[in-house]
């Protein structure tokens, strides 16, 4: 059914939950998992402290290598993406741009006592603007 899943990530170990969902559905219908890492840009940084956003793309690829190991140590395909920009727009464009399927990623759990707060994580903004399902793992 979802044969082009898209995981985006950060530079944090929280997806392994979201990693292994999506490397499941992967395996059923025989389709591939893209690990998307977005690098935030700083307005006024960009492109002039080249060196910075070197080191940031450095971190990103050794990431996206470790989480790709665990994708091939469960034999399911998998590419590894790192774009610039704004996260959740970069997210949905790229989902829209590479004819994604289903995006999977991690979502922060809402706190029943403050209901108000929490909503403005990334994984909320690409589950409203996203043209594809997005299953949102918590």
């Given amino acids: 059914m979802f044969k082009h899943i898209l995981v985006p990530v950060d530079l944090s170990d929280r997806h ?12 059923e219908s025989h389709g591939e998992v893209t690990l998307l890492h977005v690098i935030d840009i700083i307005p006024g940084a960009w492109p002039q402290d080249h ?6 793309a450095e971190l990103a690829h050794n990431h996206l290598a ?6 091939e140590a469960g ?7 790192i774009v610039y ?19 999977v990623l991690t979502s922060r759990r809402i706190d029943p ?16 603007l996203a043209q ?5 793992v918590k």
């Fill in 16 to 27: 392994q939950q979201a990693l292994e969902v999506a490397a499941c559905l992967a395996r």
């Fill in 51 to 56: 060196d910075f956003y070197k080191r940031i």
């Fill in 66 to 71: 470790s989480l790709g190991r665990t994708l």
């Fill in 75 to 81: 034999q399911v395909l998998g590419r590894k993406e």
């Fill in 85 to 103: 920009g704004h996260r959740a727009h970069e997210i949905v464009c790229y989902a829209l741009e590479a004819g994604i399927d289903l995006i």
């Fill in 113 to 128: 006592n403050d209901p108000n707060a929490g909503w403005g994580p990334v994984s909320h903004q690409v589950g409203i």
């Fill in 132 to 136: 594809c399902p997005v299953l949102l």
